[in-house]
């Protein structure tokens, strides 16, 4: 079954993907040019959804999916614990949590 995964920024909420409660895979759909943090080369998770998916739900993976070229990534929820880095960004006016980072080298492209 599918579960929407939704967070609250800004005083909106907003969904940021699906969990798949049956095989354990989180499917976020992203724009690379928007959500792909360059000066590290790693895509971002929210890192609050990720520890309760992880936690809570059994997460096994997770998958981006670039929605402008379809191209698709995957990393096991162990990989992600194992490279993880920590990251905020603060902007005046803004209320964005914060995320967790993963270096692409650690994904696999498919």
């Known amino acids: 079954m599918l ?3 939704c ?3 800004n005083n ?3 969904i940021i ?5 049956e095989t354990g ?3 976020i759909s992203r724009d690379k040019n928007k959500h792909y943090f360059n000066k590290t ?3 971002g998770l929210d890192e609050k959804m990720f520890k309760f998916l992880y936690t809570h739900q059994d997460l096994k993976s997770v998958v981006i999916k670039d929605y402008k070229t379809n191209e698709k990534w995957k990393i096991s ?3 992600i614990n194992k490279y993880k880095e920590y990251l905020h960004f603060k902007r005046e006016g803004t209320d964005y949590r914060i995320q967790i980072f993963i270096p692409e080298k650690y994904w ?3």
């Open 3 to 5: 579960m929407s995964t």
């Open 41 to 43: 080369n790693s895509w």
């Open 12 to 14: 909106k909420e907003l």
């Open 17 to 21: 993907g699906n969990f798949d409660t």
């Open 25 to 27: 895979i989180w499917y």
């Open 7 to 9: 967070i609250k920024q």
């Open 108 to 110: 696999e492209k498919y």
């Open 77 to 79: 929820a162990e990989d």
